[in-house]
Each structure stands twice: as C-alpha cells, then as structure tokens.
C-alpha cells in the first residue's frame, strides 16, 4: 500500500517556543491530508484538513492560529505548534487518502510525538 | 453527529483464545466502516474494511461484518496469537475524508 511518513518521529521542545512537523507521502499525490491528535489511552481527534493550494479546514474548537497548517505541495504537509505550551504535548498523527469511484483509504503516518517542557 | 463506540479495555487473552472486540456506530448515512490496529510506537494500520451493509471485512485472521440492523461492526479472531497485542480502533468514515474514530480497545495476548 501507500507510505506516509512523518518527521520527526520524537521532539522535545521549551514551553513558548515552535514546532514544525512534516508529513510526507512518498509514492503518490495527495491534494488532501489529514492531522489527528492522540491524547494518551484516547482515540484520534481529527484536527484539520490540509488542502493543497488552499487554506486548511479546522474542526470545531481547534485554534488556526495556534496549529499553523500549510500544504506546499502534492507530496507535503507541515503542521506548526506555535507558542507551545505543556498540555499540547501529544501524539500527532497525519494521514492521506487514496480514493476512486469504489473504494477510499486512509494511509497514516507513523506519528510524532511532541513533548512541551 | 457520527461516532463510533468500542469496548473499553484492556482485554487481555490467553493464546489461541477467541476475540471479539465490539463497535457499533451512529451515522445518518451509508458510512463505510474500517478496523485499524496500532501496534506500540507506529501509526494505524488499516486491518479490514467493508463498504456496505452485510459485507464482511477480513485479513490476517479477524473478521467483521458490517450489521446495518444492529449498526455495528464487531471484530473477531478465532485464535488470538502474541503478535496481535495492539490497539484496535474502530472506525467510520461517512464521506471520502472525514474518519471517526472509537476510543480503541487494547489487546494483550499472552504465551
């Protein structure tokens, strides 16, 4: 199947400071991807939807301006923690889709995990 | 809204034994419904899907049927081996992008 990666896997960063993090998709193109957010012992909480050549669409209660997204191209996404405190630490994971008339498929990243000092 | 509800866990199972992880869902439409496993460290990957009503998903030994009566997609394995310690989510994506996912359920499998 498809491969989606994720860099980095681990960060450690001050709280106040900012955090990209890039997903990739590495044998085909996708307009659209997704960020998830893992809480420990919780499901995925779909964040945003990045749109390449647009803004992203951000879930109800998810801060735009505190989870920067960009699509820079067919192949990547970036998602920006600014400012970032302790209680953004967790696990972001992102995804992109592979679809025609019959069939639709979410391949995910392995996930990064993002720990705020 | 669309959710998903799984059993909570940990489930924890000899080896060889039967597993049966249970979901049902709500949706206004015809969603389709996904397990994906998560295995310590690594993102999910997509175990089984089905599309429609009555169409049973299967891979690697785990089954699940998509019951339209009982909106539910339960997932079951006739013998659980120690490699299939994970965390199993439950899924449903009722358009081409949104997925909905259940809190999951983790599995231990012991010798």
């Known amino acids: 199947g498809a491969v989606v990666s994720q860099h980095p896997s681990r960060v450690i960063c001050k709280s106040g400071t900012s955090v990209k993090i890039e997903c990739r998709s590495l044998?085909?193109?996708?307009?659209?991807m997704f960020w998830y957010r893992q809480f420990p012992k919780q499901s995925l909480m779909l964040m945003a939807t990045?749109?390449?050549?647009?803004?992203?669409?951000?879930e109800q209660g998810v801060e735009k301006d505190k989870f920067l997204i960009n699509h820079a191209s067919l192949t990547l996404s970036t998602l920006t923690v600014t400012s970032a405190h302790p209680e953004d630490s967790s696990f972001y994971i992102c995804?992109?889709?592979?679809?025609?008339?019959?069939?639709?498929?979410?391949?995910f990243g392995p996930g990064t995990r993002l720990t705020v000092l | 809204g669309d959710s998903v509800t799984q059993m909570e866990g940990p489930v924890t199972l000899s080896e060889e034994a039967f597993l049966t992880i249970n979901c049902t869902y709500t949706a206004t439409g015809y969603p389709s419904l996904f397990w994906y496993v998560q295995y310590p460290g690594e993102g999910l990957q997509l175990l089984l899907k089905a599309t429609k009503a009555d169409d049973k998903g299967s891979n690697k030994g785990f089954e699940a049927t998509y019951r339209k009566e009982t909106t539910s997609f339960h997932l079951e394995k006739g013998s659980v081996q120690v490699s299939d310690s994970a965390v199993y989510f439950c899924a449903l994506s009722p358009t081409f992008n949104k997925f909905y996912f259940g809190s999951g359920t983790k599995l231990n499998v012991k010798p």
């Open positions: 995804s992109a889709p592979q679809w025609d008339r019959d069939t639709n498929e979410q391949f």
């Open positions: 990045s749109n390449e050549g647009s803004k992203a669409t951000y």
């Open positions: 044998d085909f193109q996708a307009t659209t």
